[in-house]
């Protein structure tokens, strides 16, 4: 699924190299999928929910984006973590962490806003016990500090507190990767599961419930990007073998057949086994095994077969590639709509036209913000060459030497 710039995948090995700065594109594609995945499940009642990747395995688009921004993590965190500098990739992460916060409040609040309008503009007040929204309302003097410390979150606004926890953890992982990647895939699956087993988690101040994606279950997940990107950049490469590839297309198989025959009275087998539920069950909150083996499996099957990496390797101006370049944008503008589609919605009785054709309008939007935001980056781009042009252009006139001005001219 991922790999440093130079990746060239070819028949029996998946070999990978740092040497170029050309950015991977395959990254931003999934990533600009799996975020119209997100934004079309979080408008639930539309037709284009039932085909999402959902509906056709154990895991779904949230697995995925955790996975490619371990992955993302690893390329842009892990050369830079090295003694000396460790303190100032930490600080990094923390302050990425405080604008996933930040980022997050900003979608909780236009929630509320817009549930509330909806509620009260259309006179629609069964909005107001809609995802979690009433338990904030009924007591705002808990409510309001609850949802600012995080023990309280809007539904379907959950992924950015769970992802700004696991950025809190890159300096710890990239730590224990330092020491050995086993150490580190170690610790991080111990972790993943004693918190299955005996239901570790961050709880909810106005419920009684957890967060809904538990971060020390789905660090493991983030975990194993980072390793794995690590691995590769160091010059390692991800194992080729039939039999690897076999058993990964089994699996997807057996997934795909599992949830598409609704066959989840079969689970009541597998709990019969004794056990836990992190191991047999296909729980969310906690990654259950087969929803983290479902992901996995599709990773390798997507790294190892070339026809799959020629398809994800975009050009840099490809829809998909610019809609993934700037995923942190388009999620909140994404959640922002959802939450717009979902009450559009309500008061539309799940009219089946008005669902799909938000949909597309949605998806279209976010388009659109992607190539406005890349036109604002593009210009800066320009704008920061004029700047400094001139005063490298000056060096040669003032030192002489072409050497020197080769060597300022590349920078």
Avoid: C
Avoid at 1 to 23: D, K, Y
Avoid at 37 to 49: D, L, R, T
Avoid at 161 to 178: E, R, T
Avoid at 373 to 398: C, D, N, S, Y
Wanted: aromatic content about 10%.
């Amino acid at each position: 699924m991922a790999s440093t710039p130079t990746e060239a995948i070819v028949a029996g090995r998946s070999s990978l190299s740092a040497a170029a700065p050309t950015r991977d594109t395959r990254l931003d594609v999934l990533r600009g999928v799996a975020l119209i995945m997100i934004f079309i499940n979080h408008v639930p009642g539309q037709i284009f929910e039932y085909a999402t990747t959902k509906n056709f395995g154990f895991s779904d688009a949230a697995e995925a984006f955790v996975l490619i921004s371990g992955i993302a993590v690893g390329l842009a965190y892990g050369s830079g973590f090295r003694p000396g500098n460790r303190l100032k990739m930490a600080i990094k992460a923390i302050k990425r962490a405080f604008t996933l916060y930040l980022a997050h409040m900003i979608t909780t609040f236009m929630t509320l806003a817009l549930f509330i309008s909806g509620a009260w503009l259309f006179h629609r007040p069964g909005l107001l016990v809609e995802i979690n929204i009433l338990a904030v309302l009924m007591n705002l003097k808990e409510g309001i500090p609850a949802l600012l410390l995080l023990g309280h979150q809007i539904g379907y606004n959950n992924i950015l507190p769970m992802y700004g926890a696991l950025m809190l953890m890159v300096p710890v992982i990239l730590l224990l990767n330092a020491r050995s990647p086993l150490l580190a895939l170690g610790v991080s699956g111990t972790v993943w599961l004693l918190a299955g087993i005996y239901q570790v988690a961050p709880h909810n101040m106005l419920i009684e419930s957890y967060w809904f994606l538990n971060p020390l279950s789905w660090q493991f997940l983030f975990t194993i990007g980072i390793v794995s990107m690590l691995h590769i950049k160091r010059g390692g490469t991800i194992p080729r073998h039939p039999l690897l590839l076999a058993a990964a297309a089994a699996y997807v198989a057996l997934s795909f057949i599992w949830v598409t025959g609704h066959l989840w009275a079969l689970g009541n087998s597998l709990a019969a086994l004794g056990l836990p539920t992190v191991i047999t069950g296909f729980d969310k909150t906690f990654l259950s095994l087969p929803r983290l083996l479902h992901v996995l499996a599709l990773t390798y099957l997507v790294i190892s077969i070339p026809a799959f990496s020629r398809i994800l390797r975009r050009p840099a101006h490809h829809p998909l590639t610019i809609l993934g370049r700037h995923s942190l944008n388009i999620f909140v503008a994404g959640t922002i709509l959802a939450m717009i589609g979902q009450v559009v919605l309500y008061i539309t009785n799940k009219d089946p036209l008005v669902g799909p054709l938000f949909v597309i309008a949605g998806v279209a939007t976010q388009f659109a913000y992607a190539y406005y935001l890349e036109r604002k980056r593009q210009q800066g781009k320009v704008k920061t060459k004029l700047v400094t042009k001139p005063a490298t252009m000056a060096i040669p006139v003032r030192i002489g030497t072409a050497n020197t001005y080769r060597r300022n001219d590349r920078k």
